[in-house]
């Protein structure tokens, strides 16, 4: 049996009045500078019409806890789990694995989506493949470019290979990858599970494209990527 509409209304505000104070106890003054938390009000305001939109559509069921999340999650986050010494590391590893084969890798990390992003219910997925264009990883001379995508707030990560690779490995390989960085990740092992996802990619482009006997350009910075 579905319930009357304004009583959706009353469940889902006060499931957002309850984010509401989680997000108070939460954010200091000093993340809020920093996060630039100050928009929360305008992003919460936000999620409020959404939620009141899905109670009309009868779909009381808005992730409410993944919003929160998201709206905790800033730089600040980036910062503390990708220091600067761990964002050179992630560089390192990849101008060594670029020096084994022809292919092309890119590391972009994200702390949350924008609250847009987060009322369509986007996807890390759904996001990945629109970094993977935004960043031009398609635009390779051998198509081989990887895209590595971390999503701080879902805990999440992404594969996307251009066309050139991912018609060699399978959605399973890709995926076996994705779980050995989100396993160092819930350990808190952030750096040590990026450089292992490129190692464990490296055999791949090694023997699909394999290193020629004057290297190529960069056609892809090594540099990870901190996406806002």
């Not at 999620?47 to 993944?66: F, K, S, T």
């Not at 635009?139 to 707030?153: F, K, M, P, R, W």
């Not at 464990?200 to 394999?210: A, G, K």
Request: charged share 20%.
């Amino acid at each position: 049996m579905s319930l009357p509409s304004s009583l959706l209304h009353s469940v889902c505000f006060s499931r957002l009045a309850q984010a509401f104070i989680e997000v108070a106890a939460v954010v200091t003054i000093g993340e809020a500078i920093a996060d630039g938390a100050a928009d929360l009000v305008e992003d919460l305001a936000a999620v409020a019409a959404v939620l009141g939109a899905a109670a009309h559509r009868g779909d009381g069921e808005m992730n409410v806890n993944r919003i929160k999340c998201h709206l905790l999650t800033g730089q600040l986050a980036v910062r503390r789990m990708f220091p600067a010494t761990t964002l050179a590391a992630i560089e390192l590893a990849i101008k060594q694995s670029e020096m084994n084969h022809g292919g092309q890798i890119c590391f972009a990390v994200e702390a949350a989506l924008s609250t847009m992003a987060l009322l369509k219910n986007q996807t890390a997925r759904e996001r990945a493949i629109e970094v993977f264009s935004q960043l031009r990883i398609w635009d390779t001379e051998h198509n081989n470019g990887v895209l590595i995508y971390v999503l701080l707030a879902d805990r999440d990560v992404e594969i996307i290979a251009d066309r050139g690779l991912n018609r060699c490995v399978t959605s399973d390989e890709w995926e076996m990858i994705c779980q050995i960085m989100e396993t160092a990740f819930r350990q808190q092992q952030f750096e040590a599970g990026v450089i292992e996802g490129i190692k464990t990619i490296d055999p791949y482009l090694c023997v699909h494209f394999p290193l020629q006997h004057e290297k190529g350009k960069n056609e892809l910075a090594d540099r990870p990527v901190i996406l806002k």
